[in-house]
């Protein structure tokens, strides 16, 4: 009765192993070459028997630094405010209040403020004392003001750093609000000169005129994005297109001989020589994800790309019936797997990056003929063209289309005219 006990046992244990590499490979299936990238560095530096290799399978190092702005695609649009403060606070942070400043930055508006209160953002790792003093020092970075509560405290940052006069320093945040909330209210009067020690209206309004209320609005509200490739289109001698992969990292593993060195060293420690063998095991299970990643990506690209030669041929025109079943049915393959693969994936064309999912087009039989749905489109955009846009009728196109021996309803020409602006 032990003995059975002690193999159920063991086979629970395997089911729970092989389960858990199971979601570790689903999981990296799904991710684009940047999240995967980070999320495998992550691994790396948490295992001792893991380390970086070239990977014979993909880009050479040189290939990758010389064509890299060829699979980079920037989207057009202004540094990010969050962008610019990160970069500067990055290079002075202590380790102690760094992730603290990238919380805060995080959280400010367009304009450069708090969207949710400090207090809002205490946890019990970190108090409002430690963010307080953290967002002070942010407040400094250029652009000045940022990382306050309003517009108020925002011009009371800058005026603190180009002070009117020696005086001028000594006035605190709670008066400065005080005498601006004053000033808004009632106009100028004696109040509002005995808080801010000025002599006019006019020195006041012309001293705060260089400064800006609204700080963050120089930058963009949004961080700059960037679409990286996971894959890169080539060509052989032939002229025939396959694909390779955008990274050029591989993962490599210790040999059995260091495995064994450091077992014998610690082998009077039964706690440390567990975790030894966990993290073993878990290199190899690491291995094994990283080479079903790229074995099963390129199998499912290639086939794509080889089914979809045309289009890529011909400046992305002519794009024939494929869909994920096709691809599943072809390789072998489980749907889910294949949806997994090519969900977020990008290619780099000749013609810029490409994602994978427009590759894949529904298909329609008519008589003995089998249609995409893009060719169908194609087909009705001609039409259009050659009669004039005003000039034909969906009734039209669809007797036209009929001739040809595609039977398609009215209402679905009139989707497609709409969806193309015809």
């Known amino acids: 009765m032990p003995e059975l006990h002690s193999t159920l046992t063991a086979t629970i244990e395997q089911h729970s192993i092989a389960r858990a590499l199971l979601y570790q490979s689903a999981r990296a299936l799904m991710m684009d070459s940047q999240s995967y990238e980070a999320y495998l560095q992550t691994i790396i530096e948490s295992n ?27 989207i057009s649009q202004e540094q990010g405010l969050q962008d610019v403060l ?23 508006t367009p304009q450069g403020f708090h969207y949710l209160p400090l207090s809002e953002l205490v946890t019990k790792e970190i108090p409002l004392l430690q963010l307080s003093n953290v967002a002070r020092q942010i407040s400094r970075l250029l652009p000045i003001g940022c990382a306050t509560e309003d517009w108020i405290e925002s011009l009371w940052v800058q005026s603190q750093e180009e002070p009117l006069h020696s005086e001028w320093t000594k006035i605190d945040i709670t ?18 000169k005995s808080l801010l020690q000025v002599e006019s209206e006019q020195e006041l309004r012309s001293y705060l005129q260089q400064f800006t209320p609204y700080p ?25 297109y396959y694909v390779v992969l955008q990274t050029h990292r591989g993962v490599l593993q210790l040999n059995d001989a260091e495995y064994q060195h450091l077992l014998e060293q610690v082998e009077a420690h039964p706690d440390a020589v567990r975790w030894l063998r966990q993290q073993w095991r878990e290199a190899g299970d690491v291995i094994a994800m990283h080479q079903y990643r790229h074995m099963q990506l390129l199998r499912v690209v290639n086939y794509i790309v080889s089914h ?39 290619l780099a064309t ?21 249609y995409s749905r893009q060719a169908i489109k194609n087909k009705v955009r001609e039409i259009v063209y050659q009669y004039g846009k005003r000039r034909i009728s969906d009734e039209k196109i669809r007797r036209l289309l009929q001739v040809e021996g595609i039977v398609i309803a009215r209402r679905t020409i009139n989707k497609y005219r709409h969806e193309d602006g015809l």
Request: proline fraction near 1%.
């Open 350 to 370: 000749d013609q810029g990056l490409i994602l994978l999912k427009k590759l894949l087009n529904r298909k329609q039989q008519h008589g003995s003929e089998v």
């Open 216 to 240: 963050g609005l120089q930058y963009s509200g949004i961080s700059t994005v960037y679409n990286q490739a996971d894959l890169i289109l080539k060509r052989d001698p032939n002229g025939h």
């Open 86 to 108: 990160l970069e500067q606070w990055n290079c002075i942070a202590d380790e102690e209040n760094r992730l603290v400043g990238a919380l805060i930055i995080s959280n400010l």
């Open 175 to 192: 008066t400065f609000r005080l005498a601006l909330q004053l000033w808004e209210k009632s106009g100028y009067n004696w109040e509002t």
């Open 308 to 346: 979809q030669s045309d289009f890529l041929e011909n400046h992305h025109h002519g794009l024939k019936g494929l869909q994920l079943q096709d691809i599943a049915s072809a390789l072998q393959m489980s749907l889910s797997t294949v949806s997994r693969i090519i969900s977020y994936k990008r």
């Open 48 to 74: 001792p028997f893991l380390a970086y290799q070239e990977d014979d399978c993909s880009l050479s190092s040189e290939d990758v630094n010389e064509s890299r702005a060829s699979f980079i695609e920037e």
